[in-house]
């Protein structure tokens, strides 16, 4: 299981790059490492794909994938059909990938999605034999190669570290065909390998030629693809059709849940291809480590542990002080800031001790994650680990029987009859709180003799609230003056304090002015003010002070006034009548808002209507009120909107949008202010009008 436990540290240090880190794009030649392929074999260009003149998968792309080849070195005679060709038979350590890819140009803006073509490649693979062409419709052919592949430095795709090589492509139009071909190559196996099949484009036609070596071998698929089928020559083989390109809809899963894939595993035998083998055997795994690595961690860990918890007597307040010591004091190496360089983490133990961990003050996310367990473990605690599935990587599914289905390692201690999870792997995670998307999911926790197989908790939407208030004044010329603040907890807070922590302080201002410009036109935003963004014990608050001129529009004698100010500019949350995708909101969640609004003495309300609620279910829920101080001339609005689900079928996506629809009208509800004159009496707002 050496490969599970590198596949936790990468893959779970790669989640939070996601996150904390801002890729460094270096725009530099490629040199040395790829070189244009001599002697290269076009593939020709048949008179039925320079016929083809409207999109076959989708009729809204404008650029479509004919085929897609990923194909050894054997290259097979049908140069008809495209081809996933994985060949392991020359050298057991190493597999060599050739990619062919041949794109259609349908219109001006598929052209222009074209442009440039990224080929992302894991750190340890090398890309060579790279060519490129375009062939117009006049048959004018341009051609790249190796000069005009930029190297990038690393990126993040779909939540994993890549390498990025970008192409960029000119000369396009309507009509245009674009070959492009290179060559991958790395130490290793087909092995615990995804081969994506998706791509930026639709895809007319695939087919899929793997060989495998001499272990018995197993392939997961993913969305859209059928089960392979031996050939007879030992190779396994499938062709697919219309692939869907990337999907851009609003609150859509995870990327790799959407995409079509292909995984490969070996095994010795059938049993352990079974998925309910495969995961007993993990949790066997686990078990192991929590026995040699947690139970048994050492002196100095049981030192620590005594000394962190002396004199506290409450349960909860010595885990927390065990997490705090965890978070504060161990470097963690997948995280921004950790004080070492890239080149210093390749050079370190990926699998270090748990006492190595604590004597060297650092350690990958998944090993201070160990260090917590076995410190509460010398404290008296039970524990134990569990491997969790990220949902923002890909949904879990327990068939696929494969590391990446729970990449996330956690710590488990008892209480009671349920198991609480702890992670202070990931950086600005409060105590007792877990990421977003390890809830409401699956998980394998350690067991020498069976697959324990458990779920793990979700929080409530109350959980993960946005409070925002603003006390403003309005003058007779419309300008909306005042305070603001937006206070965030749970999921919330750690979302937007993840947004922020990474940025320099002027660009965390100018940062949040944007956004608030963004909602409220013509405003300007002025000491701004963030408080907690170091602290995730506590609520993240930002404050900030207000003025936006022609806030109210100024008809003669009315101001038309909208009540909820940050929902000044707001677009419906779904804009499409049709929709392909589920609706996932990532996690539940509350957003509460507290408006004043005082106007001049001079005017008083001419329209009183109230904005209506739209909803209020344990599910979802849209409550908004109106009312007006008699004391003093001023309007007072409060909107609470509910997030109680997680996921919506697509199914319901057109009676959802109709709901949100109504909520976005009422969100835009406005009231009319008028100078004082001949207007006997001040309409009431829906007999609601409060006594202050």
């Given at each position: 299981m050496q490969t599970a436990s590198r596949s936790i540290a990468a893959t779970l240090g790669y989640r939070f790059l996601l996150v904390t880190t801002s890729a460094l794009l270096l725009l530099a030649p490629l040199a040395g490492e790829a070189a244009l392929l001599t002697g290269t074999k076009w593939k020709p260009v048949?008179?039925?794909?320079?016929?083809?003149?409207?999109?076959?998968?989708?009729?809204?792309?404008?650029?479509?994938?004919?085929?897609?080849?990923?194909?050894?070195e054997n290259k097979d005679k049908n140069a008809g059909i495209s081809k996933a060709y994985i060949n392991n038979s020359d050298d057991s350590t190493r597999v060599s990938i050739d990619y062919y890819l041949r794109f259609k140009i349908f219109d001006d803006r598929g052209a222009e999605r074209l442009s440039s073509y990224n080929i992302d490649i894991d750190e340890d693979t090398t890309i060579r034999d790279f060519a490129a062409r375009v062939i117009k419709p006049d048959g004018t052919k341009i051609e790249s190669g190796n000069s005009d592949l930029i190297k990038r430095d690393i990126v993040i795709v779909d939540n994993d570290r890549k390498r990025r090589y970008s192409l960029p492509i000119s000369g396009l139009v309507p009509g245009s065909i674009v070959d492009i071909q290179w060559r991958e190559s790395y130490l290793g196996y087909t092995h615990n390998k995804f081969f994506i099949l998706s791509d930026i484009a639709p895809i007319h036609k695939a087919h899929i030629d793997i060989l495998p070596d001499s272990r018995m071998a197993s392939c997961y698929f993913y969305n859209h693809a059928p089960i392979l089928n031996n050939?007879?020559?030992?190779?396994?083989?499938?062709?697919?059709?219309?692939?869907?390109?990337?999907i851009d809809e609003p609150w859509s899963p995870s990327p790799m849940t959407l995409k079509s894939w292909i995984f490969m595993r070996y095994a010795s035998n059938k049993d352990n291809l079974n998925a309910q083998s495969n995961w007993m055997r993990y949790s066997s795994w686990i078990w192991d480590k929590l026995r040699f690595r947690v139970r048994d961690a050492g002196k100095e860990v049981r030192r620590k542990a005594i000394?962190?918890?002396?004199g506290v007597k409450n349960r909860e307040e010595k885990l927390k002080s065990l997490y705090n010591f965890c978070v504060s004091e161990m470097s963690n190496l997948n995280a921004t800031g950790s004080g070492y360089t890239d080149a210093d983490i390749r050079d370190m133990d990926e699998d270090s001790t748990v006492e190595k961990v604590l004597k060297n003050k650092r350690g990958f996310a998944y090993e201070i994650t160990m260090l917590f367990a076995a410190l509460a473990h010398e404290a008296g605690f039970e524990v134990n680990l569990a491997c969790c599935n990220d949902r923002t990587y890909i949904d879990w599914n327990i068939e696929h029987a494969n590391s990446y289905m729970v990449p996330v390692l956690h710590a488990l201690v008892r209480n009671g009859d349920k198991w609480e999870f702890y992670n202070p792997g990931i950086p600005n995670l409060a105590f007792g709180m877990i990421y977003y998307g390890n809830e409401g999911t699956g998980a394998v926790m350690g067991d020498k003799n069976k697959a324990a197989l458990i779920v793990t908790p979700e929080s409530p939407s109350s959980f993960s609230k946005i409070i925002r208030t603003g006390n403003f004044e309005l003058d007779e010329e419309g300008t909306l003056r005042g305070s603001g603040s937006f206070e965030y907890s749970g999921h919330c807070a750690y979302t937007t304090r993840i947004l922020y922590a990474k940025m320099l302080p002027e660009s965390r201002v100018d940062g949040f002015k944007k956004d608030i410009a963004?909602?409220?036109?013509?405003?300007?935003?002025?000491?701004?003010?963030?408080?907690?963004?170091?602290?995730?014990?506590?609520?993240?608050?930002?404050?900030?002070?207000?003025?936006?001129?022609?806030?109210?529009?100024?008809?003669?004698?009315?101001?038309?006034?909208?009540?909820?100010?940050f929902q000044k500019n707001t677009r419906p949350m779904f804009i499409k009548d049709k929709r392909t995708t589920d609706i996932s909101f990532g996690y539940m969640w509350e957003t509460n808002d507290k408006i004043s609004i005082g106007f001049p003495e001079e005017f008083e309300l001419e329209d009183g209507t109230a904005p209506k609620s739209i909803v209020n279910t344990p599910q979802l829920g849209h409550v908004a009120q109106l009312a007006l101080s008699r004391r003093s001339p001023t309007l007072h609005y409060s909107r609470e909107l509910k997030i109680g689900v997680r996921t919506l079928p697509v199914a319901?996506?057109?009676?959802?949008?109709?709901?949100?629809?109504?909520?976005?009208?009422?969100?835009?509800?406005?009231?009319?202010?008028?100078?004082?004159?001949?207007?006997?009496q001040t309409k009431t707002l829906l007999n609601a009008t409060s006594g202050n």
């Open positions: 048949t008179p039925e794909e320079l016929s083809i003149s409207t999109p076959k998968v989708d009729p809204d792309a404008g650029v479509e994938i004919l085929l897609k080849e990923i194909v050894s050939d007879g020559r030992g190779h396994l083989a499938t062709e697919l059709e219309n692939i869907p390109g990337k000394q962190l918890t002396q963004a909602i409220i036109p013509s405003a300007e935003v002025n000491n701004v003010v963030f408080e907690n963004l170091g602290n995730p014990e506590e609520n993240l608050i930002i404050r900030f002070e207000l003025e936006c001129t022609a806030y109210a529009d100024v008809t003669g004698e009315r101001m038309i006034v909208q009540p909820g100010v319901v996506y057109s009676k959802i949008k109709i709901l949100f629809d109504a909520i976005h009208n009422e969100d835009k509800h406005v009231v009319s202010l008028r100078r004082k004159g001949d207007l006997a």
